[in-house]
């Protein structure tokens, strides 16, 4: 395996599967059992899942809704998804602990980066909810930050597309996709890859981030064991 510590990031729409709204339990098993071919190789997996299938904060605020309310309506639907994506994983064998940024002591552990990183060390999958556990920031910026704080190799960002292109290949046909790019192109670019607190973070620590279809079966496995799937962006 080319990655021995690896943050998986994963959108809270990508949960949705094919409805409208809410958790795909298809999904979620499929998921499961992709992480599971990379746990069983003995790869240390951590996970940020987002919020969005089931509340945003900032479309909340756009709504009229106080935006730090907001944020944290979203900071909780990120625990349900942790949840969600903690029982599938059982479900396959795979231990696994969820930590939370905010304290929900009846519900999951609060983040302590020692005991994170002792659980990985372990050989249990760690899930990362309640964002960074601040109104304002994404849950980009908590996968960078969380990251850097398990002294993960990669960030793993899991989409419905297969990388990083020039314009956006649902909607343009003659699209170009990167294999590999660097930050400063990136931001020279333009190119959406994550919020910008997060994106800045990631490359002030020198953490690459690879971009590639989640929805797959196998790519998970082929990005860790160091095959060229997705985007690779790096220094």
Same mark, same amino acid.
């Given at each position: /395996?080319?990655?021995?510590?690896?943050?998986? !990031?994963?959108?809270?729409?990508?949960?949705? *599967?094919?409805?409208? $709204? *809410?958790?795909?339990?298809?999904? %979620?098993?499929?998921?499961?059992?992709?992480?599971?071919? +990379?746990?069983?190789?003995?790869?240390?997996?951590?996970?940020?899942? *987002?919020?969005?299938? +089931?509340?945003?904060?900032?479309? *909340? #605020?756009?709504?009229?809704?106080?935006?730090?309310?907001?944020?944290? /309506?979203?900071? %909780?639907?990120?625990?349900?998804?942790?949840?969600?994506?903690?029982? #599938? %994983?059982?479900?396959?064998? +795979?231990?696994?602990?969820?930590?939370?940024?905010? &304290?929900?002591?009846?519900?999951?552990?609060?983040?302590?980066?020692? &005991?994170?990183?002792?659980?990985?060390?372990?050989?249990?999958?760690? @899930?990362?909810?309640?964002?960074?556990?601040?109104? $304002?920031?994404?849950?980009?910026?908590?996968?960078?930050?969380?990251?850097?704080? +398990?002294?993960?190799?990669?960030?793993?960002?899991?989409?419905?597309?297969?990388?990083? $292109?020039?314009?956006?290949?649902? !909607?343009?046909?003659?699209?170009?996709?990167?294999?590999? @790019?660097?930050?400063?192109?990136?931001? &020279? !670019?333009?190119?959406?890859?994550?919020?910008?607190?997060?994106?800045?973070?990631?490359?002030?620590?020198?953490?690459?981030? @690879?971009?590639?279809? /989640?929805?797959?079966?196998?790519?998970?496995?082929?990005?860790?064991?160091?095959?060229?799937?997705?985007?690779?962006?790096?220094?």
């Amino acid at each position: /395996m080319k990655y021995k510590r690896i943050l998986l !990031k994963l959108s809270g729409e990508a949960l949705m *599967g094919k409805r409208q $709204y *809410g958790i795909d339990p298809e999904r %979620l098993s499929e998921y499961a059992q992709d992480i599971k071919t +990379i746990t069983d190789k003995g790869v240390e997996v951590a996970i940020v899942i *987002g919020g969005g299938n +089931i509340f945003r904060g900032l479309s *909340g #605020a756009s709504n009229g809704m106080d935006r730090v309310q907001g944020d944290h /309506m979203g900071m %909780l639907a990120t625990v349900i998804n942790g949840l969600a994506l903690q029982s #599938a %994983l059982e479900d396959a064998d +795979i231990p696994t602990r969820l930590q939370t940024a905010i &304290k929900i002591n009846e519900v999951a552990e609060p983040f302590i980066r020692r &005991k994170a990183m002792r659980h990985l060390e372990k050989g249990r999958v760690v @899930i990362f909810g309640g964002g960074t556990g601040n109104p $304002y920031f994404t849950t980009d910026s908590a996968a960078v930050l969380r990251a850097i704080e +398990i002294e993960a190799d990669v960030i793993l960002k899991g989409t419905r597309v297969d990388g990083i $292109y020039n314009a956006d290949p649902e !909607k343009d046909s003659n699209a170009i996709k990167f294999n590999s @790019i660097s930050f400063d192109d990136v931001l &020279k !670019k333009g190119l959406k890859v994550m919020d910008t607190t997060a994106f800045t973070l990631s490359q002030e620590n020198e953490l690459p981030i @690879i971009v590639f279809d /989640m929805n797959t079966p196998g790519n998970l496995l082929k990005v860790v064991s160091g095959e060229p799937i997705g985007t690779e962006v790096n220094i």
